[in-house]
């Protein structure tokens, strides 16, 4: 922002120009919705990162206002304008918003300051929570990231984040004797065959490069920290970090498409979808559209689990909930908007009619027909959701929701952006990250 300090008012406003704009929405009762509208005539203000999920909250909200009496200020930034706005925000213990995203990689942080509200009153009352509600229904793995130490929970998850490989046109890999890459060396390998085929470009990942090249950094051996939680001291200029950035940098600058580096997670999905890039690592919930109406290459995509390092496979794994801001004036009324928002009833309608398979509740996952609902070319989706899950219990993303993550997270993008632009080489680019975060974590009270 122009060199200067940034402002809470100043990130607010810029925030503001740049998302989508907040709109008031009315509109079919939700199977527990009493018939008396208690909260009728209030207004909630709710912000969530932009995700097909939050979208499809935004075409349904009508019907919650219609079965409540509450209306609704919704907008959806991007995944950075969101964060730094919600942070702002949230440090002032402030009333401007009822309901926000928890984002994983700031639990500890927003948790652990005490800025949400634990919802276990809630969720434990029958008089504001039927039991068929059912908070015990959503994925533990899901769930965990939102708890303090006192096991109180704060967060009710509406995703899991986790990171897969998919090609848009599978049928050019198969043209070239290929299956998809299971391994870096693979991977490798097939982007150099498939390049430009087509005239397509082979390969692209969106550009928070503090999420992305993770599984490449532990695939190398790597790590953020050098023993989280434990020991924060960041490890980011090691001989495997340096390896996995020119990786990295070397699949985007000779596979991927011109500006690669401008990629954000939107600009990927899009290009994933319309086979104007044909590989990406991505999020499962933005691999999904691939297969909706419209998709161009809804006949000839195909996924698989992210690919594995010499030493590993480490695919991203998160999950982002709703909680209640301490400072909202509106509690109860919010409660009532999570639980219309994650309700079985419209997470089944999302499925059905949207195509949503990145669910947290077990019951929808396991119910007859969800698999079927979410095959794409024969590929079973839902399983590659689960086995990824499964492969958190590895442990390694636990130098992810430490409380400091955020500082390192910002150092590994601009690094990540300096290599694969070219400014500076991986050596150099990833000690001047070391640096920076070692005085970020010693200004956040860390010591080393």
Request: proline share 6%; aromatic share 12%.
């Amino acid at each position: 922002m122009d060199g200067k300090a940034a402002t809470r008012r100043g990130i607010l406003q810029a925030g503001a120009a740049t998302a989508a704009p907040a709109w008031l929405l009315a509109g079919k009762a939700p199977a527990y919705a009493q018939a008396a509208k208690p909260f009728a005539g209030t207004t909630l203000n709710i912000s969530c990162w932009a995700s097909p999920y939050a979208r499809f909250i935004g075409e349904y909200l009508p019907e919650f206002t219609e079965a409540t009496g509450i209306r609704v200020a919704y907008d959806t930034p991007g995944f950075p304008i969101y964060n730094q706005r919600a942070d702002l925000e949230l440090s002032t213990k402030g009333s401007a918003y009822d309901v926000l995203n928890i984002t994983f990689i700031f639990t500890s942080r927003w948790i652990g300051a005490g800025w949400f509200t634990p919802l276990d009153e809630f969720i434990n009352d029958r008089n504001r929570t039927p039991a068929e509600w059912d908070f015990a229904d959503f994925l533990e793995g899901t769930v965990r990231p939102m708890k303090d130490r006192q096991g109180r929970v704060y967060g009710a998850p509406w995703v899991a984040d986790v990171l897969c490989g998919g090609s848009g046109r599978f049928d050019i890999l198969r043209q070239q004797g290929l299956g998809m890459p299971g391994t870096f060396a693979e991977l490798e390998r097939a982007m150099a065959a498939i390049h430009m085929k087509e005239d397509i470009p082979a390969f692209i990942v969106e550009n928070h490069y503090g999420w992305v090249f993770i599984p490449f950094l532990q695939g190398f051996g790597g790590n953020v920290f050098r023993n989280p939680p434990d020991d924060l001291f960041p490890t980011l200029d090691s001989a495997e970090a340096v390896e996995a950035a020119e990786f990295m940098a070397k699949l985007l600058r000779q596979y991927g498409p011109p500006q690669a580096i401008g990629y954000n997670v939107d600009q990927t999905t899009l290009a994933f979808r319309t086979g104007r890039v044909n590989y990406q690592v991505n999020n499962h919930a933005f691999l999904v559209p691939a297969s909706e109406p419209g998709s161009r290459v809804r006949g000839t995509a195909n996924f698989s689990l992210i690919p594995a390092g010499p030493k590993g496979r480490f695919p991203g794994i998160a999950s982002h909930a709703w909680g209640i801001p301490v400072g909202s004036r509106q509690k109860p009324a919010a409660w009532e908007f999570i639980k219309w928002s994650l309700s079985k009833e419209l997470m089944n309608r999302m499925v059905n009619e949207k195509g949503y398979a990145a669910v947290t509740r077990a019951s929808i996952l396991n119910a007859p027909g969800f698999r079927e609902r979410t095959m794409v070319n024969g590929f079973d989706m839902t399983q590659l959701y689960i086995d990824t899950l499964a492969l958190a219990a590895q442990g390694h993303m636990r130098y992810r929701t430490v409380h400091v993550y955020p500082q390192a997270n910002a150092q590994i993008t601009q690094a990540m952006e300096r290599i694969i632009s070219g400014q500076m080489g991986a050596r150099e680019s990833l000690r001047q990250a070391q640096q920076n975060t070692i005085q970020d974590l010693r200004r956040a009270g860390i010591r080393f």
